[in-house]
């Protein structure tokens, strides 16, 4: 299995940052590559609860996926399995958007966040 570890900082409330990662009005002003803008987002926030996403690229091609929400813990810990997806929901490999593999794969994604000093670690 492989794991990559990604560590932020954010001179902000837990609560705001938090915030960011669960509302759909919050996660659409910056939930997608940065060449890209997050055309749809739509979150069902609870435990087994759908997190869909759509990002568009400047030709107009859009890239679906969703996360299905497996441990919430308000709020300091947040994680769902992620996979691509057709306009419809439905899983497809990475192929089904021009990219290598056949296989469909589900990462799990995890956010852990702590508070010290009034600085929250994502």
Known sequence: MKKLTLERS?????????????????LKKWWCPSDMEASDISVDFKKG????????????????GRGVYQTIEHPKFL???DTFTDSKGNPVP?????????????????????????????
């Open 10 to 26: 954010f001179s902000a409330p837990i609560e705001k940052v938090w915030e960011a990662l669960t509302n759909a009005d919050k």
């Open 49 to 64: 609860g759908i997190f869909g996403y759509c990002f568009k690229n400047s030709e107009g091609q859009e890239f679906w």
């Open 79 to 81: 994680s769902w399995l």
């Open 94 to 122: 990475s192929s089904h958007y021009g990219m290598p593999g056949e296989e469909i794969v589900e990462s799990l994604v995890e956010f852990s966040l702590t508070v010290e000093n009034g600085i929250t670690t994502m």
